[in-house]
């Protein structure tokens, strides 16, 4: 390589700065649209992300002391009485669905008892399948958020990539000159852009599947106390027929 070549070479070099902040500024206005929109789309997933794992620790521990009080044997009146007017968590929402619905009907009387041995227990179960169906899909919310940008943020990247590649080996073209120097900050900055990609999907699909594994455990549990609630429920009617 002769001296005038050196000198081309290392004044490309001097030129390009490969820091990510000069990677972006120096993209296609395409691809800093891509970028934007993949850390805008990062962003919002660890905002929801640190949302709901804070609201699930907490769910959790407010359920463990639900619990813990519900079976400690102590009067179900008090403690609907205690936590009827602000159910704080999805389990004790449920309890004071139930026990609304059961006051109802004890308010009114039990005059046909025949017809209140079967239909209470079914207005009782509605009344909790309902109530638990509206706190998971509360508790659901944003979730599909992660599965979608997990899904589509490397394709986005990638899309970002193309067009980033494309558009040096236009400039290629057009300076006719393929040293590394010239090609390495146009191939940089657009996979800058993949890189970008799946800094948002995979964290995105990691927490997507552990909050849902969450979810379903949680799912869970709920249903375990409508079911055994709705039994202690039948029983007292039972009782009082």
């Avoid at 521990?61 to 400690?72: I, P």
């Avoid at 009146?77 to 004790?92: H, K, N, Q, T």
């Avoid at 006051?103 to 005059?111: D, Y």
Wanted: charged residues 20%; contains cysteine.
């Amino acid at each position: 390589m002769d001296p005038v070549q050196t000198a081309q070479v290392a004044g490309a070099v001097v030129q390009h700065d490969l820091s990510m902040w000069e990677l972006f500024m120096q993209a296609h206005i395409l691809v800093k649209v891509v970028m934007v929109a993949l850390l805008g789309a990062s962003f919002w997933c660890w905002a929801i992300i640190f949302d709901k794992v804070l609201r699930l620790r907490q769910l959790f521990a407010r359920a463990e002391q639900f619990e813990e009080t519900f079976w400690s044997g102590g009067s179900l009146e008090e403690l609907y009485d205690r936590i009827g007017a602000r159910p704080l968590d999805p389990l004790s929402a449920l309890f004071v669905a139930a026990m609304r619905e059961w006051r109802r009907s004890a308010a009114k009387g039990l005059a046909d008892r025949e017809q209140a041995r079967v239909s209470l227990p079914q207005r009782i179960d509605r009344v909790m399948n309902v109530t638990l169906g509206r706190e998971m899909e509360a508790l659901e919310r944003h979730l599909g958020v992660l599965a979608s940008v997990g899904s589509t943020a490397p394709f986005v990247g990638l899309f970002g990539t193309v067009w980033g590649i494309m558009n040096s080996f236009q400039a290629i073209a057009g300076t006719k000159n393929t040293s590394l120097a010239v090609v390495a900050p146009g191939i940089a900055e657009a996979l800058f852009a993949t890189a970008l990609g799946l800094v948002a999907a995979i964290p995105a699909v990691i927490a997507y599947n552990k909050i849902s594994s969450d979810l379903d455990r949680y799912a869970k549990r709920l249903e375990n106390f409508a079911g055994e609630f709705g039994a202690i429920l039948s029983r007292q009617l039972e009782e009082k027929i």
